[in-house]
T-cell receptor, first 116, second 113 residues
Framework: AQSVTQLGSHVSVSEGALVLLRCNYS??????LFWYVQYPNQGLQLLLK??????LVKGINGFEAEFKKSETSFHLTKPSAHMSDAAEYFC??????????????FGTGTRLTIIP | ETGVTQTPRHLVMGMTNKKSLKCEQH?????MYWYKQSAKKPLELMFV???????ENNSVPSRFSPECPNSSHLFLHLHTLQPEDSALYLC????????????FGQGTRLTVV
């Protein structure tokens, strides 16, 4: 079974500082990996996804993630945090189902707080 | 209207009530999902529908009954719920192609009293 582990349920960074949110996955096959963001009282919005085309994936809002097979990691980074980045972030791995649909397995999430 | 729409956004119900959650997607996707999001827990996949057919039920109690009349609409019928069923229920849809991302609705915040 596939799984993801997000290290750190809460991360605080100062405005303008580097954001690093960690995600490690477990998968028996080359995975599809996703990062989603959730703002309060909202659903999940896709930030970026890895589908084996390139190991460095750029997403929305200045975020990017690097797939490292040797480390089974897919950490999310942003060079300079903005107040609007405060949200909960979820890493997910996909087990493409029998019918080709995505059965996403999510991590427990990391709440990002930005310090003014 | 575009994307995935869920109604109602908030629902309070007693343990003896019967209510339904509705989800509609305007993206032309063929797969739809129900997820449960509880505090301090990972998102839990509840049900998966492909081309209107249920293809997955993750050991969900029978007090939750899904219905998918067509590829654009998904319902979750609720009856005799328990307080521990209080959570955010998220609907999502995707293409039936490997690597396709899921698009989520804003969720229904359910409180069982």
């Amino acid at each position: 079974a596939q799984s993801v582990t997000q290290l750190g349920s809460h991360v605080s960074v100062s405005e303008g500082a580097l954001v690093l949110l960690r995600c490690n996955y477990s998968s028996s096959v080359p995975p599809y990996l996703f990062w989603y963001v959730q703002y309060p009282n909202q659903g999940l919005q896709l930030l970026l996804k890895y589908t084996s085309a390139a190991t460095l994936v750029k997403g929305i809002n200045g975020f990017e993630a690097e797939f490292k097979k040797s480390e089974t990691s897919f950490h999310l980074t942003k060079p300079s945090a903005h107040m609007s980045d405060a949200a909960e972030y979820f890493c997910a791995v996909s087990d493409s189902g029998e019918f080709g649909n995505e059965k996403l397995t999510f991590g427990t999430g990391t709440r990002l707080t930005i310090i003014p | 209207e575009t994307g995935v729409t869920q109604t109602p956004r908030h629902l309070v119900m007693g343990m003896t009530n019967k209510k339904s959650l509705k989800c509609e997607q305007h993206l032309g996707h063929n797969a739809m999902y129900w997820y449960k999001q509880s505090a301090k827990k990972p998102l839990e996949l509840m049900f998966v529908y492909n081309f209107k057919e249920q293809t997955e039920n993750n050991s969900v109690p029978s007090r939750f009954s899904p219905e998918c009349p067509n590829s654009s609409h998904l319902f979750l019928h609720l009856h005799t719920l328990q307080p521990e069923d209080s959570a955010l229920y998220l609907c999502a849809s995707s293409q039936t192609t490997g690597g396709s991302e899921a698009f989520f609705g804003q969720g229904t915040r359910l409180t069982v009293v």
